[in-house]
């Protein structure tokens, strides 16, 4: 079979759309998956009827698979309640699941500020809410930012799976562009050229940022 | 009295509180040596950690003004004390008061019940503590590390905290690093800025924990002149536990020695440096000089 350069024209415009979904689903996932860890990273940190079903909530999540976890939230949750548009029910799938692995990230992060930090803050009779905002967060925000920047490129990397419920994201346009033309070689080539060229990027910039993060 | 414990008074196990009861000790006493109320009070206060018995039935006061420094063995409890009026540990046994208010109990209802959070940071605001490692905020600027807490806690606004600041960072000499972050000073200079933390919230007492100990010994000198000066500029109470001997001499009204979580001897200094009356207290000092 013959490389085709009509055939990746006739895809273009499906692959176009494709990207946007994908690159959507990314941006709405890693901020939930960024602002739930750390709800979870901090919640784990307080009384134990916070902390205990936290755990047990974060750990069966991040032992199931994210795909049981898509289909849960399309084709079961809308049995008890008001149907999710599949873009919302994609993105919460994508970033719950993550947020399971950014709370460990945030944990970490939090764990590594000295405790004279805490110390510190206490004695300088600032609340708690002032301390975590003031002091532990920023200080290990900066610490999380490297780990946190991986699980984006992971989460990348996990978006074809959101096709299976039906929201078409840029490997779900190329199957479904291969299926109708019988032409498979050129609309995948595509994809895999396109994932590597927003992950690349994405992980320089986490480098760059980690950078500018660790000058002081 | 060559020989440990020849006189009943040498014996270091006596009870804490005849000890702190000699006559003219300025600064800490028994409570009615000394003209207007007591700052800072320890009532039978005892503290363990597991089977250790870090602070053991401990009563002593220190009055307004007074400069009063702990001395004594590692593990004599010194930093204990500290650390329970900063209530970052709490006592066993006894009462703590600051200021004629209950550091660990409020009164609710005329009765006196385990203090609330917020009943505790009212009280700790009257307190300012300055620690061994600094403990600067290695996010914010030196400025920031001063301003931070005066408005959010106290309440200031940013210009009369930024203004209040920057005559503290003057007085401890870092006018010209106003700008840095902590990473970029050294460890003299970083703690110079932490006394600046501590005072820019206008605490009553202030609380300095070994803090020379992690300097380097060209830096002691410096930080050591900044508390000098804070001491006899300012009205401020001082709780000090320090191992610089010459340093406790300067500034202290009253020196206690502790011991296995008693106080063994509470005088002057120059009455505790020149003639120690206990003979643990000798052989200490032999031990630091």
Redesign the interface.
Known sequence: MNWDWGVVADFMPYFWSGLLTTLQALAWGTLIAFSLGLVWAIAVRGPAFVRWPVLGFTEFVRNTPLLVQLFFLFFVLPEWGPTVPVMVAGAIGLGLHYSTYTMEVYRAGIEAVPVGQWEAAHALSMSPRRTWQSVILPQAFRRSVPALGNYVIAMLKETPLIATIGLMEMLGEARAFGTETFRFMEPYTVVGIAFVLVAYPASLLIRALERRLATH | MDTPQSTPQDDPARPAGDATTPEAVPGAGDGRREDGPELIRFQDVTKRFGELTVLDDLCFSVYPRKHVTLIGPSGSGKTTILRLL???VKPDEGTITVDGEHLTHEERHGKLVPAGEKHV?EV??K???V?Q?F??????KVLRNVT??PV??LGLSKDEAEARARDLIELVGLTEHIDK?P??LSGGQQQRVAIA??LA?RPKVLLLDEVTSALDPELVAGVLDVLRDVAHSTEITMLCVTHEMSFARDISDCVMMFDKGRIVEAAPPEQLFGDPRHQRTRDFLRSVQ
Request: no cysteine; proline share 4%; glycine share 4%.
């Open positions: 900063m209530t970052l940071r700790r605001k307190i300012g503590m620690f490692q403990n600067l905020f290695p996010n914010m931070e807490a959010h806690v972050y990473t970029q933390r501590a919230m």
